[in-house]
């Protein structure tokens, strides 16, 4: 986002904190109602510095060269140009953006977009219009993997994307004329493009569960912020697009975009004034807030979906030595714990790194990717890492490295995830 009188707060924060949240802080009841609710305001909603890890220091790389938490272990479950374990399935290259799914008899469905681009690459490497797509992998209650499948084809760049609170995968193409497939996780239903969301290089989608509207960013240096409201909850077929505008003091003004379609002129240049966000990619849904990530900047703002204001909650440029840079896909644990990953990393790549929830918003790393099948920094064979999600119940955290091996690898990381959040708190 080009910066025109910064971000301000929201009054998202500005609610007492609950008891047991104050006690965690180190403070009494009668001492934080003495403080008042300006002091929690601000505290709430202050960027975050960097701290410890609420897991401790990462140990030795372990046999896959993930470097993890104590108590921490970590498996491969797939990678590109070979069958899944037990399946025949060939996995797909490139894998990015992911979430996660319920089956109903205690496993879950893992869904994992493919970018393969539009053009071949690098020699020897995937690449063509129509071979990105999405796949997915079913697991048994005890994490066993029952079978692989393709639920998306004749695509390019799928890059990321949403769940949908009524059960299906948002799969955006990141290509100039992209659009937004609407995907069946467990592929029975054939995918159907959604041109109401318009046409652009769409990365990253979500919906709120309160309203049922979505969000989405655009990977591009001047890209948009954009919400959509259904014409009826829950079918994207019809309904409106519109850009955000931000104010001097961070209130958000949406205004209609007049050509989703984008026939004559791309959708962020349609509404003078409209605010620009420095590579628009990861973005999440989490108790009334919208995470959007711009990675050219490296800064994660939330927006308040009740206030309609916007603040940034983490900048790399505040800190000295940043432990997370070129931030990109995000997901919010139980535990309200937000799990960055790095799109490039400059000279410290492969990391995923973790922002606490306020009062007190420390930023760590929870997890480094280490060895030579990640590629070497800064040049067109690095990878990055992609797709972090946790499975439903929270214990079983998935992400990828894009490019290791040549054609990328999807890890799962097991642990002792911390719990779930006070019931009510907000961030």
Same mark, same amino acid.
């Given at each position: 986002?080009?910066?025109?009188?910064?971000?301000?707060? &929201?009054?998202?924060?500005?609610?007492?904190?609950?008891?047991?949240?104050?006690?965690?802080?180190?403070?009494?009841?009668?001492?934080?109602?003495?403080? &008042?609710?300006?002091?929690?305001?601000?505290?709430?909603?202050?960027?975050?510095?960097?701290?410890?890890?609420?897991?401790?220091?990462?140990?030795?790389?372990?046999?896959?060269?993930?470097?993890?938490?104590?108590?921490?272990?970590?498996?491969?479950?797939?990678?590109?140009?070979?069958?899944?374990?037990?399946?025949?399935?060939?996995?797909?290259?490139?894998?990015?953006?992911?979430?996660?799914?319920?089956?109903?008899?205690?496993?879950?469905?893992?869904?994992?977009?493919?970018?393969?681009?539009?053009?071949?690459?690098?020699?020897?490497?995937?690449?063509?219009? &129509?071979?990105?797509?999405?796949?997915?992998?079913?697991?048994?209650?005890?994490?066993?993997?029952?079978?692989?499948?393709?639920?998306?084809?004749?695509?390019?760049?799928?890059?990321?994307?949403?769940?949908?609170?009524?059960?299906?995968?948002?799969?955006?193409?990141?290509?100039?004329? &992209?659009?937004?497939?609407?995907?069946?996780?467990?592929?029975?239903?054939?995918?159907?493009?959604?041109?109401?969301?318009?046409?652009?290089?769409?990365?990253?989608?979500?919906?709120?569960?309160?309203?049922?509207?979505?969000?989405?960013?655009?990977?591009?240096?001047?890209?948009?912020?954009?919400?959509?409201?259904?014409?009826?909850?829950?079918?994207?077929?019809?309904?409106?697009?519109?850009?955000?505008?931000?104010?001097?003091?961070?209130?958000?003004?949406?205004?209609?975009?007049?050509?989703?379609?984008?026939?004559?002129?791309?959708?962020?240049?349609?509404?003078?004034?409209? +605010?620009?966000?420095?590579?628009?990619?990861?973005?999440?849904?989490?108790?009334?807030?919208?995470?959007?990530?711009?990675?050219?900047?490296? $800064?994660?703002?939330?927006?308040?979906?009740?206030?309609?204001?916007?603040?940034?909650?983490?900048?790399? $440029?505040?800190?000295?030595?940043?432990?997370?840079?070129?931030?990109?896909?995000?997901?919010?644990? +139980?535990?309200?714990?937000?799990?960055?990953?790095?799109?490039?990393?400059?000279?410290?790549?492969?990391?995923?790194?973790?922002?606490?929830?306020?009062?007190?918003?420390?930023?760590?790393?929870?997890?480094?990717?280490?060895?030579?099948?990640?590629?070497?920094?800064?040049?067109?064979?690095?990878?990055?890492?992609?797709?972090?999600?946790?499975?439903?119940?929270?214990?079983?955290?998935?992400?990828?490295?894009?490019?290791?091996?040549?054609?990328?690898?999807?890890?799962?990381?097991?642990?002792?995830?911390?719990?779930?959040?006070? +019931?009510?708190?907000?961030?």
């Amino acid at each position: 986002m080009t910066e025109r009188g910064g971000d301000h707060t &929201g009054d998202s924060g500005g609610r007492l904190l609950r008891r047991r949240d104050v006690v965690r802080t180190g403070l009494t009841a009668a001492g934080a109602l003495a403080l &008042g609710p300006e002091f929690w305001r601000a505290a709430l909603a202050a960027p975050a510095e960097q701290g410890r890890s609420p897991y401790g220091p990462l140990g030795a790389p372990d046999r896959h060269g993930i470097r993890l938490p104590e108590g921490f272990r970590s498996r491969i479950v797939a990678r590109g140009g070979q069958p899944v374990k037990g399946t025949r399935y060939v996995w797909h290259a490139f894998s990015d953006g992911a979430a996660t799914y319920e089956t109903g008899d205690g496993g879950w469905i893992l869904v994992s977009n493919s970018e393969v681009p539009e053009a071949p690459g690098l020699p020897g490497l995937p690449g063509g219009a &129509g071979e990105g797509g999405a796949s997915a992998i079913r697991f048994a209650a005890d994490g066993s993997i029952r079978r692989a499948y393709r639920i998306l084809e004749g695509t390019s760049n799928n890059c990321s994307g949403g769940a949908t609170p009524w059960g299906t995968w948002l799969s955006c193409e990141e290509i100039d004329e &992209g659009r937004v497939w609407e995907c069946d996780p467990r592929g029975q239903r054939r995918a159907k493009a959604r041109p109401a969301l318009g046409v652009f290089k769409h990365e990253a989608a979500c919906v709120d569960r309160r309203t049922g509207r979505l969000y989405l960013t655009e990977d591009l240096s001047d890209g948009g912020f954009y919400r959509f409201t259904p014409r009826r909850r829950g079918d994207l077929t019809a309904g409106r697009l519109e850009i955000a505008r931000v104010k001097r003091d961070g209130y958000v003004e949406w205004e209609r975009v007049p050509d989703p379609s984008a026939r004559r002129r791309p959708t962020r240049h349609q509404v003078p004034g409209a +605010r620009e966000f420095a590579r628009g990619e990861g973005i999440w849904f989490d108790t009334g807030l919208v995470y959007v990530a711009t990675t050219e900047d490296s $800064k994660i703002r939330a927006y308040n979906t009740r206030t309609e204001r916007i603040r940034i909650i983490y900048n790399a $440029k505040r800190l000295d030595d940043p432990p997370l840079t070129d931030v990109d896909n995000i997901t919010v644990s +139980r535990s309200g714990d937000l799990y960055v990953c790095e799109d490039d990393g400059g000279d410290d790549p492969f990391d995923i790194a973790i922002i606490t929830p306020p009062p007190k918003r420390r930023v760590a790393r929870f997890a480094k990717l280490t060895g030579p099948q990640h590629g070497d920094a800064g040049t067109e064979a690095s990878s990055e890492v992609t797709g972090v999600v946790f499975d439903p119940s929270g214990r079983r955290l998935y992400f990828a490295s894009q490019r290791a091996f040549g054609t990328g690898v999807v890890y799962e990381v097991r642990g002792p995830f911390r719990g779930r959040r006070p +019931r009510g708190r907000n961030q």
